[in-house]
């Protein structure tokens, strides 16, 4: 028994010596310049990330029809997508707001409202709450993907009571009007999920539609708000400062919007959006998106530093959309992974995971190509 526990101790007090001495090596590495972060893996071996560009559909829900994204559709058909990626919270971000009480209230009732509403319906129905819902959803989930016969209803239920809503709806949109009546969930949560499918969005029109082309049986949720806590303190006064910059005029009065709305509603009479797609994700958009969104922070010198502190928390933002898009692709290298999103995340988002050691940004493009040839 001493000999043991003095071999551990050895291993130990070895363990910590090695942190030690490669902490100091890490250290002096970082103080060269031109230190080196390539590592021994071909370029398309790397875990594929498509940051998809997309204007939110329901500014446009009188003029879309599904039909003018079939050509988008059918590209997304060829490139094969293993994981996909919304712009929603994941379930453990929720639970964490929900946590922290009246710092985050109006950021889960404007962006998280609908699925904590229909979230704390099944966790009632089932008595079951936050990381043991979310266990129980992924198990369940797990087992699907693994092919092995899953009680739908169980898992539906399960899901939306993780908070895991987009892929409770996606399970819902792969069952049939018979099927659907067959379940036992409450009446009231499947009349919402048959609307909810109806909802005109980028989720549903592009997201679920690729989900079930691809055979995928959930979708994941990457955005994050939880900057809000301190944006939310210093909004009302950031706007009173810039409303009255000379680059508040210039930003109201800029062309770039008006001329994107036109391209989008002429592309929805051609009943095509695949050019606008190509467009919005183009590096001459998300440049001039840039400049009018983002750049103009730096020019306006508020007294406050307020604009500065806006780009951070910016930052702060989607740092965390790209920790949690690194999160789900953890498990899953060499894959491909496509996250439907708004515009103005794309040039940041493209950024910081293009520096990640086993990532390649794929472009809209790329696939464009690789489909036409």
Do not use: C
């Not at 293993?82 to 712009?87: K, M, P, R, S, Y």
């Not at 008006?258 to 797609?277: G, T």
């Amino acid at each position: 028994m001493n000999i043991n526990k003095n071999l551990y101790n050895m291993k130990k007090v070895f363990i910590i010596a090695l942190s030690a001495v490669l902490f100091l090596m890490t250290g002096f590495a970082r103080g060269q310049s031109g230190f080196n972060f390539n590592v021994p893996i071909n370029n398309d071996d790397k875990t594929q990330v498509l940051i998809l560009a997309s204007p939110h559909l329901s500014q446009f829900r009188n003029e879309f029809r599904p039909p003018s994204l079939d050509s988008l559709i059918m590209m997304f058909r060829f490139w094969q997508p293993d994981l996909i990626g919304v712009e929603a919270q994941p379930p453990h971000v929720i639970d964490f707001e929900i946590s922290e009480g009246q710092n985050y209230e109006m950021v889960i009732q404007q962006y998280a409202g609908v699925i904590t509403l229909y979230g704390n319906m099944a966790r009632e129905k089932l008595g079951i709450f936050g990381p043991e819902a979310r266990y129980k959803a992924d198990s369940l989930l797990t087992k699907a993907e693994e092919g092995y016969k899953v009680n739908k209803g169980d898992l539906i239920m399960h899901l939306l009571a993780a908070y895991d809503y987009y892929s409770a709806l996606l399970q819902w949109a792969y069952l049939s009007k018979l099927q659907r009546d067959d379940l036992s969930l409450p009446l009231e949560i499947k009349k919402h999920l048959d609307n909810a499918l109806l909802t005109v969005n980028e989720i549903n029109a592009i997201g679920i539609r690729v989900a079930l082309d691809s055979r995928l049986e959930r979708l994941y949720q990457v955005d994050d708000h939880t900057d809000k806590d301190v944006f939310l303190t210093f909004s009302d006064v950031l706007m009173d400062e810039f409303q009255v910059t000379d680059e508040f005029y210039e930003v109201m009065n800029s062309s770039l919007y008006r001329n994107s709305d036109e391209r989008m509603r002429i592309a929805l009479r051609q009943n095509n959006l695949l050019p606008y797609f190509l467009y919005l994700n183009s590096p001459a958009y998300l440049q001039e998106d840039f400049n009018t969104q983002w750049a103009m922070f730096f020019r306006t010198n508020l007294p406050s530093g307020l604009d500065r502190s806006r780009v951070a928390l910016w930052e702060v933002r989607n740092l965390n959309i790209a920790s949690n898009i690194r999160k789900i692709s953890a498990m899953y290298p060499g894959y491909r992974i496509l996250v439907i999103i708004g515009a103005n995340h794309k040039p940041f988002l493209d950024r910081y995971l293009s520096n990640m050691l086993d990532i390649k940004v794929v472009q809209l493009k790329d696939v464009y190509d690789g489909y036409r040839e």
